[in-house]
């Protein structure tokens, strides 16, 4: 069956996908109508249900457009907000062409007066039921024949229709430092809702997805629909819900309210990718598909194992020096870690984080032979070196600040807000993102640096860029900065591997999925919070991209006290990492981490690749004959979920009916004491 299908005489577009159907329209306008997204239509079925015109009455209209935009009847928010020389506003269509091939269907639209192009990108894969939606604008004036700008005061990358029902549920995360991704639930007011950040990164506050439901929906059942955006700057998603039950419509894109930006004569600009799905079986499988989605499509390296870590920031801070970190290896080594990574401290004068950001060379009191030793005894210990990087940040107290102050955002007559007594250098500046490649090129080249750990540590404030003629682009330009120094690098080192991270989950996207290799979602390793956090990162991102460490106790954090086993085992519903200071850790304690870490090893292919459930506090992976079970909380028989025939659980030889796992459940046979924890391995026979 082809992905993409037209219907000539109502002008229907069809794309189609494993177990769903999006249908849109050229409308009598022109403009392109929203048609269906949900269960699986034929062509001729779509072609046969009616459009919506929007307009109710003379002061109302309802949405059911592919992309809003301002002019004639429509007040709803417009997708795509712009504003000519002359001061006329709004956009009146006319549809030019499409072009339709393989999965990839390509609308053209252009303003009936003013020389602005539109081209709506939709896009399916076999193996996906994720729609991915794009546009490019395109100023069609010249210079030569005087044209002028066109200012965009909003350019959504999609708006998305969803079907109007009785209840309309959002699903989202809100969030904070040491606190992301907290699942909310809520009723849909009938009213605008946005989601948004105006840091400059997709934000701790808030991650830039949505779903819908009717609020009938559950883990296992019910009909949602997500839309999730690849983007890592400021963001801003918009739901509208109308009382009179017309479509809820959520359309979102890059950048927030407020800032404008003037498209050239000439130039095109292309949105990121608002993707969506639609799922007939709950939250549970609308995860699946974005996980499946995630490897299929986002991720470089999505086949690669991820290697177990050791971090050394919770254990040593700023106090970074060759003879702790050499200790700390040591012992990282005989727990079973693949990988060790030095935090932040090594550069510069980088004791505190007073200094030093900016002076990407290893600090000469601490490492007066540079990094070299060390990354040849962690290698003799026969693991991987990686190293914590910030490149878009500099302290006022370092050279680099000291020679390039004009380099840092900043506005004239506006005082340079410091957070973390750091600034922000614009990426959206060719120099600056020359230097960090430059920098960072010889620093992997120089010692074969195997991952980097790309922090941020603080919001974009004074956001501007004096002397440029068209500064507030650099909300977008900045991010595309890091994109590309991201890319470069990766083009350069091959073997290079990344882990994102700012401040924590600060920036936990698609756009950096495609880009880095994992991610690290939070700053708070406390295996209790963990467990809200990673339910919450779940949702969209899958697991291999999930970095979670086991740390110390009491947290360092939280200064609560949990057992070694219970916080091993809530880190190995990612990928495993160890953040504690192993120095401290007793025979007994390293005993039972060395055990764990071999656990990891064992069941790494079924939890990093395999499908994943979320049950009641507990996490199960399936892949083929193999299912990995890691519960936690009261002692009871735990329903398992989406199995078939019989299996054996290898640590016991015991054996199960798939049947009776689904309804009586497993017998977890947790161990009486704080915190019980367990991981559960079957076999299927
Ligand atoms: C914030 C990160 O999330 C931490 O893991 C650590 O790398 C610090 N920055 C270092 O400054």
Redesign the pocket.
Known sequence: MSQVSFDEPSRTFLLTTPASSYALRIGADDSPRHVHWGAPLTLGQAAALPTHDGVTSSFASTGGEELAVEGGARFGVPSLLVRYADGSRGIEWVHEAHEIDGGRLDLMLRDRHYPLGCTLHYAVHPDSDVVERSLTLHHLGTDDEGDEPVEILRCDAASWSVPAASGVRLSHTVGEWSGETKLRRTEAPCAETVFTSRRGVSGHFGNPWVMVDAGDADEGHGEVWSMVLAWSGSWRITAQRDHTGGPFTVTGGAGHDGLAWRLQPGEIHRTPVFAGQFSRDGFGAASRGWHRYVAGHVLALPDEPRPVVY?S?EATGWDVTPQGQRALAQRAAELGVELFVV???WFGQRTS?RAGLGDWHPNPERFPHGLGPLVEEVRGLGMRFGL?V?PEMTNPDSDLYREHPDWVLHMPHRRRTELRNQLVLNFARPEVTEWAFTWLDRLVSEHAIDFL?W?M?RALTEAGWPGHPDGERLWTDHTRGVYGVLDRLRRAHPGLRIEG????GGRADLGMLARTDQI?IS?NTDADDRIAIQHGYSQVYPARTMSAWATDSPNPHTRRSTPLRYRFHVAMAGALGIGGDLSRWTAPELAEARELVALYKEIRPVVQFGEQYRLDDAVQYRAGEKVVVIAWGRDRALRLADLHGVYVDDGTGEEHYAATLLTHGLPLRLPAGDRPSTVVRLTRR
């Not at 991270?501 to 924590?504: H, I, L, R, V």
């Open positions: 971090n920031w935090d932040d401290g984080d914590w910030e750990k922090d540590n991270c700012a401040g924590g690290w700053d």
